[in-house]
């Protein structure tokens, strides 16, 4: 039998609330063993840092879309610090349409088009951020979380 217990994190006007779901029992035939994984499952945090959250130790952590917001710097390493806060082995995430600037290829890509209308609007620091060769260490630790 597997047992998972899953905890949702939210965020709701700006203010995080955690969530813990019911635990769920999966029968599994083929084994006899039991097995107990701690889920946490994290959604549009935007580069929220969490502070005064307490959240609770995790197997695995899956951390669906909108990591971050802007994709400004300082906002991407608020996230890192986040991602290595939080008490797991394993960190899963599933990006979401915020999180463009963690792609591999946005930085040559943006240069090459030198189209501003992929940049998001009113976010001058993204443009002028393109020529930061320590955004891309940033974004590499992000990957690396």
């Avoid at 609770?56 to 300082?74: E, F, G």
Wanted: glycine content about 4%; some cysteine.
């Amino acid at each position: 039998m597997l047992r998972a217990k899953f905890t949702a994190l939210g965020l709701f006007h700006g203010r995080p609330s955690i969530h813990p779901l019911p635990l769920r029992s999966i029968s599994r035939k083929s084994s006899s063993h039991r097995h107990k994984i701690r889920m946490m499952i994290l959604s549009d945090t935007y580069g929220d840092d969490l502070e005064g959250i307490s959240l609770p130790r995790a197997d695995v952590v899956l951390h669906c879309a909108d990591l971050i917001n802007r994709s400004q710097h300082a906002e991407i390493k608020r996230t890192v610090e986040m991602l290595r806060a939080i008490d797991a082995p394993l960190k899963l995430f599933v990006p979401g349409n915020h999180d463009f600037r963690l792609e591999p290829g946005y930085r040559r890509w943006t240069k090459a088009t030198n189209d501003p209308n992929w940049l998001q609007q009113g976010d001058e620091n993204i443009a002028n951020a393109q020529k930061d060769q320590t955004e891309d260490e940033a974004e590499a630790d992000v990957r690396a979380s």
